[in-house]
Structure formats: C-alpha cells, structure tokens
C-alpha cells in the first residue's frame, strides 16, 4: 500500500496544481517503496533529489501565479515552500558528506510536510486562484 494515498480532499480544485501535487505524492510513494525494498543509498539518493527538483519546480509554479495575480497571502506561503527547501537542502549535504542515510523519519517528515501544506497553506489560496481563471 502507498504511503500517502490521493483522495478528493487533497484536491484544491485546480486540475494544474492537482496533478504536480499527484506526481509529488507519487514521488515520495516511490522513494517509500525503494526504502521498503531495501534498494542501495545511490538509488534512494537519486530519487530524492528528483524528488527536490520537481519540489522546487511546484513551488515556483505556485509562486509564479501568486505573483501574476497578486495573493495576498505569497509572503507567508513562500516562507513554507523556502523552510521546506531549506531542510531538503540540509538533508542533501548531509548526505553527500557520508553523514547520513534516508530511513523512515524522513518519509514521515514528507508526508506530514506535504499533507499539513496541500490541506491548510495550498487550500488557502483555491477562491482566489479560481477566481482570476486559473485551471
Ligand atoms: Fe503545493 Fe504550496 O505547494
């Protein structure tokens, strides 16, 4: 069974951002399972790091819209989208320095971030989005 499953209540009523939403959850889904599976350190690490780069291509998305249509809330949801890149950062460097490996706190981490941010920070901006057109 996936680690997180996607549901109608993960949806924020925009078919664009649903869908980078599902490809991170699949994402985080397949690094679960090469975890799961007990597959070798530079397989987990490359999956996380295409895990970062589509992370930070979603936010800058999300943000691009905030930005063309003027939320109100950009600074306090892009403060979210850094202190997560920041901690995937810190998590790379540890890595390459040989100081630590992916284990099961980290998937917990990614899947409480990510749930905790589409249901309260994501959820926050669908009235505004949908009302300027966005699909
Ligand atoms: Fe969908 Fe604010 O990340």
Sequence with gaps: MPLIQWNKQLSVGIASIDEQHKKLINMINALNDALAEGQADDILV???DALAVYTVKHFGYEEALFSQYGY?????H???????????VNLQQKMNDGDFIIGIEVMV???EWLLNHIL?????YTQFLLSKGVT
């Design 46 to 48: 490359k999956i996380f």
């Design 72 to 76: 109100e809330e950009t600074q306090a």
């Design 78 to 88: 892009k403060n979210e989208h850094e202190a997560l890149i920041n901690q995937i």
């Design 109 to 111: 981490f990614l899947k």
């Design 120 to 124: 309260k920070t994501d959820m926050a």
